[in-house]
């Protein structure tokens, strides 16, 4: 895993309005993108993994949290957020980004994974376009450092 974020990365986020989850590494991440001001958001953290005790199952941990997800994709999580719920929290993040990219023209959102995801899922649903990003891939990267670039088209709701 690359520590440390290219160039491109940092020159996006310089001038741009910067937010943040209230994980500690996103506020990290901010950081090394030499961003000095950003606000955090706790509707930006990630969908919670359920965690299930199998005392006699020995796997890696990244297995695990795959399993888990899979798990939490078909409605078998306790004790964490449902998918209905995280639904509802992506709508509204999608809002507030959608407000804050009309009143500072760039903002930059430094998420997680899943999270980042489904936020870009509900973007495209509500009109916005996705450029394809560094990495080669159409809307969104997936790997550490990876981003999308995301642009509202005029005259859509």
Known sequence: MDNKPCSEAINHAKGSYVICSTLERSKHS???LEVEQFITDALFCEAELPVVNVPLLKMAPQTWSIIFRVFWFFGLAKNVESKKEISSRVRAACSILERLAVEHDNVVLIGHGIM????????????????????????HGY???EYSIFIKQRGIK
């Open 30 to 32: 901010a950081k090394l």
């Open 116 to 139: 980042n995801r489904l936020i870009a899922k509900e973007l495209l649903l509500s009109g916005w376009s996705g450029e394809a990003a560094p990495n080669g891939k159409k809307y």
């Open 143 to 145: 790997r550490y450092w």
